[in-house]
């Protein structure tokens, strides 16, 4: 399901950006793009993920680790 969220920075509340969200009941990760991190100036610690899809397994690739975000129902 496909659905309109808020997304901010718990630092800075008044700058939020309007986006769609994808909710998946199966995941247990949230993921953002590094362009909407830039533009809430969101910071992250680097990190490491190991992804599996159906056309590969263990897969490593470079990400960050983001904390201070929000996320509100539209």
Same mark, same amino acid.
Not at 5 to 33: C, G, H, K, M, T
């Given at each position: 399901?496909?659905?309109?969220?808020?997304?901010?920075?718990?630092?800075? $509340?008044?700058?939020?950006? /309007?986006?769609?969200?994808?909710?998946? &009941?199966?995941?247990?990760? #949230?993921?953002?793009?590094?362009?909407?991190?830039?533009?809430?100036?969101?910071?992250?610690? $680097?990190?490491?993920?190991? /992804?599996?899809?159906?056309?590969?397994? &263990?897969?490593?690739?470079? #990400?960050?680790?983001?904390?201070?975000?929000?996320?509100?129902?539209?």
């Amino acid at each position: 399901m496909v659905v309109p969220v808020w997304v901010r920075s718990i630092n800075n $509340p008044p700058n939020e950006v /309007l986006r769609y969200a994808i909710l998946d &009941d199966q995941s247990n990760v #949230s993921f953002i793009s590094h362009g909407l991190c830039n533009r809430l100036h969101l910071k992250g610690h $680097p990190t490491k993920l190991s /992804l599996t899809t159906v056309q590969e397994s &263990d897969v490593v690739v470079d #990400s960050s680790k983001i904390n201070d975000i929000e996320i509100l129902d539209y």
